[in-house]
């Protein structure tokens, strides 16, 4: 299992940024994909997941309505799209095979949402 993670950055809060997982090493499309973050002195949280074709996504309280997670089966890329965006998010996030979060994870994109 090979997860690659990009698309983090600085942005103002109420900014929007896109993450992107590249995946590879396994069959990506039969398999559900989530989104985890972890913040400094944190645990992990786990923040989305997506089933096989991208029909059924689940969201964190904390995300709801201001991320969307998709996927793109054709090119084994998952994807995040985050908006309204609030210092809360600043986090290193992760995408992991599996709906629950669990490691293995890839390196991590690093999130900062500040003024």
């Known amino acids: 299992v090979q997860l690659v993670e990009s698309g983090g950055g600085m942005v103002q809060p109420g900014g929007s940024l896109r993450l992107s997982c590249a995946a590879s090493g396994f069959i990506f499309s039969i398999s559900d994909m989530s989104w985890v973050r972890q913040a400094p002195g944190k645990g992990p949280e786990w923040v989305s997941a997506?089933?096989?074709?991208?029909?059924?996504?689940y969201y964190a309280d904390s995300v709801k309505g201001r991320f969307t997670t998709s996927r793109d089966n054709a090119k084994n890329t998952l994807f995040l799209q985050m908006n309204s965006l609030k210092p809360e998010d600043t986090a290193l996030y992760y995408c992991?095979?599996?709906?629950?979060?669990?490691?293995?994870w890839g390196q991590g994109t690093q999130v900062t949402v500040s003024s």
């Open positions: 992991a095979r599996g709906s629950n979060g669990r490691p293995p």
């Open positions: 997506i089933n096989t074709d991208g029909g059924s996504t």
